[in-house]
């Protein structure tokens, strides 16, 4: 059996396969069958899809919801069954909504993943015929033409002018000229151009090669391995919840057993002492807190998707609101992911497409029309549909439809061209000569050859230029003047093709190798992968945003800062670095530089995930960006992962989000939304808790003066589920401030409650029970009747809660700068929570349920009063938070 190695692409063809133990006639199928069973199938191991039950099972697993379950057994055992139902109730939709929101999601992603079998052309004991590729072994021959998927990794020991796409594993977005020689033993991965590598595809030519590695040993299979060693971490909200909740229950906890030994102390009865905490623990649980944050999340969700973005994880809908970096990979992503003409340059000056003249006459005789006419005459590219040119797509390899489509944008007829100059004889492109030619008839007395192909080849095949329709001698200087040329058009990142063309007698024998010389030089093509129209603009988004763009891809380093330069992105001297640079460093070292890092080119996905890692240690939160298997492990390190919808399935798999249209500017209207998303979740903690602390401190107040408790714990969960519940719910569809992208990205370590809310659910607690302890006890003192007495605190708890929601809309502006009322569906709420608050008060079933008295206009009245004065309380604080005098001081103070 053969023994597997790193270096297949150092080895001479015929080393390789007497290392593999194999020949150029392939296998006996006994022995392939024999490697199968060494080896395994050509697969990866796929992850166990989630069933139905798991992700129902999921949504108990979160700690807030784990205290809602204690507290509901409780009530339970005590007998009180409408808590009990309630509560029951609040864990139940927030279960279902999660459920539903996140079993949606995957359903939606497994329809992206149109899985399809793969199948291989082997030869086996010199026999040529298809299998699945899952067969194939170590040491296979294997066939591959222009249009196959690559399906196992291989060393070449055949070609025919043979060219892949790698950018699923590479990041190396233009295609890629394979070769059979061996290459030096250093050659990184995307250098290694005697290798072809699963999941990867071959455009152009056709190859022989032979099998070196299959599933999980492929650089495919090591990319898997290396996803499934990186753990899932939490996202930064449910850090926060976590925290939140943890700090919650031990609050609650320590209370309960507090007030517990102090009733008991102060010589009450153990059983009613157990109620009263029970009460407190009520009283003190935000029960609608959970139910509001997955419909925010839910909600977001949607928005998002309405912005063409799948969320895979209800979750990371919110971190994208955190993000502070974005790691983007370049091709597919920033760039279209197709080649395009970006210049043509002659001898005079530069053309950018399409031509400005609007001469007709005069671009047909210009020497870039002359350029555009030859990549259309001497290329193989066609139209897919020729009766319907304007509307038919062009097939071909990469730089041949770039060449193609250039020419028909620009304005010439392909259709007119082929039948005016029809060809009469092809030296096809191969990798040894570098050039294609074709001779084409060009008027009764003459043909013509076109040539097109590496500038160093055509250029010295040359002894003329053209210079404004003018042919000139090719001497010293010009030469010069052109070879400065194209070593411009390559610092700036582009392929570069050259053209050139030479009369021919139409009697004379056909082209031969001898023949290329005396070609009048016309321009160089200069060829890239396109930026997208919107990345400039998303880049300048990002940064008013206080996001960090860096790009990271495995492109070349030249190609990387051009395009880094195209979308805005800080070029300078000591902001880039190499994949081969980074190795060399220890992580202490990498950590030191980090942040003057803003373009990474020829990086292996090993890179990526340190890079993420880096940026995550200084305390960011990190989104990344990528559509290839090369990007999945990096996908899943990130805070975010963002996959494109047209990306390969590993990186779909391992994404939290998935942009359906492939635009890189829907990651800002995402991260717009996950903004929005946090501000909700923050303006509804402000709201249910700020009612959920004034009801503890009122029973505990209330105990502590040896007073019978002012509400009942059904009560509570009336005022917190049902009268809250309607404007809490409202809370959860707030639009989203205006000024919401202007806010510098939060601090990883930020906790939920920042100083501001945490005033404000201190203030509002404390009015509102110095108010309604003084009042409850004086009712009692004068011989007023209890219900009565707790009537007057159930009511007022209630409808001032509608009262002060209005504040909740804007923690960072004040009532008076905002519109209160531009949420209708708040002040519908609050309309409908008023005639459940009344309901409650005045209908005797209810009356009998709550024990509850009908209150009188003066009561009313003092109830308003109290309302009023909690909305000031509000304002003053967001006012005192909001001076630019108290920014000064509580910066960087949570």
Not at 151 to 171: K, S
Not at 522 to 546: H, I, N, Q, Y
Request: charged share 25%; glycine share 6%; with cysteine.
């Amino acid at each position: 059996m053969p023994k597997i190695k790193e270096n297949w692409h150092a080895l001479e063809s015929r080393t390789v396969l007497a290392n593999l133990k194999t020949s150029f006639q392939g296998l006996s199928p006994e022995e392939a069958g024999k490697r199968l069973k060494k080896f395994g199938p050509n697969e990866l191991p796929r992850e166990k899809a989630m069933t139905a039950f798991n992700i129902f099972f999921q949504q108990f697993k979160g700690p807030l919801i784990i205290i809602l379950v204690v507290a509901d057994l409780i009530t339970l055992t005590l007998g009180e069954f409408i808590d009990f139902g309630v509560i029951l109730a609040a864990i139940l939709l927030n279960t279902v909504i999660g459920f539903f929101q996140e079993y949606k999601a995957n359903k939606s992603l497994s329809k992206l993943q149109e899985m399809i079998e793969l199948s291989a052309w082997v030869r086996r004991q010199g026999k040529d015929f298809e299998i699945p590729s899952r067969e194939l072994v170590p040491g296979d021959i294997i066939l591959i033409e222009a249009g196959s998927r690559i399906p196992a990794d291989a060393r070449i020991f055949q070609v025919n002018d043979f060219w892949t796409n790698e950018a699923a594993l590479t990041g190396e977005s233009l295609p890629i000229e394979k070769k059979s020689q061996a290459l030096d033993q250093g050659a990184i991965l995307a250098e290694r151009s005697n290798m072809v590598y699963s999941a990867t595809t071959a455009v152009r030519g056709r190859a022989m090669a032979v099998v070196m590695a299959t599933g999980v040993q492929s650089e495919v299979g090591k990319i898997a391995k290396m996803i499934s060693e990186i753990s899932e971490e939490r996202t930064p909200l449910q850090g926060k919840i976590a925290h939140f909740s943890k700090f919650l229950g031990i609050a609650v906890l320590i209370i309960c057993f507090f007030i517990f030994f102090l009733g008991i102390t102060l010589g009450q009865s153990v059983f009613e002492m157990f109620l009263t905490s029970v009460a407190i623990a009520v009283a003190a649980i935000p029960e609608g807190l959970l139910v509001a944050v997955t419909i925010i999340l839910a909600i977001g969700t949607q928005r998002i998707l309405k912005k063409k973005a799948l969320t895979r994880r209800l979750v990371a809908a919110e971190t994208l609101g955190s993000v502070s970096v974005i790691c983007s990979d370049k091709t597919g992503t920033l760039t279209k992911g197709e080649m395009h003409v970006a210049t043509i340059q002659t001898y005079r000056g530069s053309f950018k497409l399409p031509p400005e003249t609007q001469d007709g006459r005069a671009f047909a005789m210009s020497d870039h029309a002359i350029a555009l006419k030859i990549g259309l005459l001497c290329n193989d590219a066609r139209f897919q549909d020729p009766l319907h040119p304007a509307k038919s797509a062009i097939l071909g390899g990469p730089t041949e439809a770039a060449l193609f489509r250039a020419a028909v944008e620009s304005g010439l007829d392909a259709t007119s061209l082929f039948r005016q100059y029809p060809r009469k004889q092809e030296v096809p492109f191969d990798s040894d000569k570098r050039y294609m030619a074709t001779r084409n008839k060009f008027d009764q007395e003459s043909d013509i050859i076109y040539i097109k192909g590496a500038p160093e080849v055509i250029l010295s095949s040359c002894s003329f230029y053209l210079s404004d329709s003018e042919v000139k001698k090719l001497k010293s200087g010009e030469r010069e003047k052109l070879k400065n040329i194209l070593e411009g058009l390559t610092k700036k990142g582009l392929r570069v093709i050259a053209t050139a063309y030479r009369r021919h007698d139409k009697d004379a024998p056909d082209l031969s190798e001898g023949e290329m010389h005396d070609f009048i030089f016309v321009a160089f093509f200069g060829l890239s992968d396109p930026v997208r129209p919107e990345a400039k603009e998303t880049v300048d988004e990002c940064r008013k945003a206080g996001i960090r763009p860096i790009m990271v891809t495995g492109d070349h380093l030249f190609t990387a800062i051009s395009v880094a330069r195209d979308v805005g992105m800080k070029v300078e001297k000591d902001n880039f670095l190499q994949g081969k640079q980074l190795d060399k460093m220890t992580d202490r070292e990498f950590q030191g530089i980090v942040k003057k890092i803003d373009v990474y080119a020829r990086v292996e996905p090993r890179h990526k995930v340190r890079i993420i890692d880096a940026w995550q240690e200084a305390g960011e939160v990190v989104a990344m960006t990528g559509d290839g298997v090369n990007d999945a492990p990096a996908l899943k390190s990130a805070d975010v992962g963002v996959a494109l919808g047209s990306g390969t399935d590993v990186a779909q798999e391992t994404s939290d989000i998935v942009l359906l249209d492939n635009n890189f500017k829907t990651i800002i209207n995402a991260v717009h939304q996950g903004r929005i998303i946090f501000d909700n979740i923050r303006k509804v903690v402000v709201y249910l808790l700020s009612d959920s602390f004034s009801e503890m401190i009122l029973i505990f107040g209330a105990l502590v003066m040896r007073l019978p408790l002012p509400i009942t714990a059904a009560q509570i969960l009336w005022i917190n589920l049902i009268t809250d519940g309607l404007p809490n719910a409202a809370l959860t569809i707030e639009p989203g401030e205006k000024d919401v992208m202007n806010v510098q990205p939060r601090r990883r370590d930020e906790p939920l409650l920042n100083r501001e809310m945490k005033a404000i659910i201190f203030l509002i607690g404390i009015i509102t029970d110095i108010g309604l302890l003084a009042l409850f006890a004086y009712m009692l003192n004068i011989g007023k009747d209890i219900d009565y007495a707790r009537t007057i605190v159930f009511a007022a708890l209630g409808i001032d809660s509608l009262f002060y929601v209005f504040s909740c809309k804007s923690l960072r502006h004040t009532i008076f700068r905002i519109n209160p009322f531009s949420n209708i569906y708040l002040v519908g709420a609050v309309i409908a929570g008023l005639g459940i608050q009344l309901l409650a008060l005045y209908a005797p079933f209810f009356q009998n349920i709550f024990h509850l008295i009908s209150l009188h206009f003066k009561d009313w009245l003092l109830i308003i009063a109290i309302g009023i004065v909690e909305i000031l309380v509000i304002e003053l604080t967001k006012l005192f938070f909001i001076h630019p005098w108290s920014k000064k001081r509580s910066l960087g103070r949570a």
